[in-house]
T-cell receptor, first 115, second 109 residues
Framework: NAGVMQNPRHLVRRRGQEARLRCSPMKGHSHVYWYRQLPEEGLKFMVYLQKENIIDESGMPKERFSAEFPKEGPSILRIQQVVRGDSAAYFC?????????????FGEGSWLTVV | GESVGLHLPTLSVQEGDNSIINCAYSNSASDYFIWYKQESGKGPQFIIDIRSNMDKRQGQRVTVLLNKTVKHLSLQIAATQPGDSAVYFCAEKENQFYFGTGTSLTVIP
């Protein structure tokens, strides 16, 4: 999927633990998006970031979830005190600075299972 | 953001037939649309896009049609193959990209 790298691919956490999901965008891409997908459902927007800046976090739950995209290193989606309802696939996508016609390219996803 | 909806959650077609997958969007200000294909256990894969100043765009075996009057998108797949079996999502660009629930396409050999 066009070079967007996500890890881990699969993560199992017990209730109350923390989950950290990482996303390295495609080379040359400065914008990162995180989406959540529940089984048999569509992709729900969570957050849109560029380096060192959150552009839109309107889809992020108010508590326990945070995201960052530092100047150096991957973007990280952090879920604190996970609950079973957090079990889902989390997809990262990246794009260059947006103009009409710049699509977003997805990684292969990180599957979080909370037990 | 505005919702993006799909007319049909599932679609079955015979191998070799043409497939048409529909999508309704609600934000008339959206100016860019994309179709993605997602296979089981994988990330969405870009298929084709279209800007709002166009009403048709063709790719290899795929065509996207945009009807802004009724806010409707469709994806046409010619000569559908077993490898086309997947879930197809349309996405609209408002401030971000918003996705519909998806249509599951099954190709019957």
């Amino acid at each position: 999927n066009a070079g967007v790298m996500q890890n881990p691919r699969h993560l199992v956490r017990r209730r109350g633990q923390e989950a950290r999901l990482r996303c390295s965008p495609m080379k040359g891409h400065s914008h990162v998006y995180w989406y959540r997908q529940l089984p048999e459902e569509g992709l729900k927007f969570m957050v849109y970031l560029q380096k060192e800046n959150i552009i839109d976090e309107s889809g992020m739950p108010k508590e326990r979830f945070s995201a960052e995209f530092p100047k150096e290193g991957p973007s990280i989606l952090r879920i604190q005190q996970v609950v079973r309802g957090d079990s889902a696939a989390y997809f990262c996508a990246s794009s260059p600075p947006w103009y009409p016609g710049n699509t977003i390219y997805f990684g292969e996803g990180s599957w979080l299972t909370v037990v | 953001g505005e919702s993006v909806g799909l007319h049909l959650p599932t679609l079955s077609v015979q191998e070799g037939d043409n497939s048409i997958i529909n999508c309704a969007y609600s934000n008339s200000a959206s100016d860019y649309f994309i179709w993605y294909k997602q296979e089981s256990g994988k990330g969405p894969q870009f298929i084709i896009d279209i800007r709002s100043n166009m009403d048709k765009r063709q790719g290899q075996r795929v065509t996207v049609l945009l009807n802004k009057t009724v806010k409707h998108l469709s994806l046409q797949i010619a000569a559908t193959q077993p490898g086309d079996s997947a879930v197809y999502f349309c996405a609209e660009k408002e401030n971000q990209f918003y996705f519909g629930t998806g249509t599951s396409l099954t190709v019957i050999p």
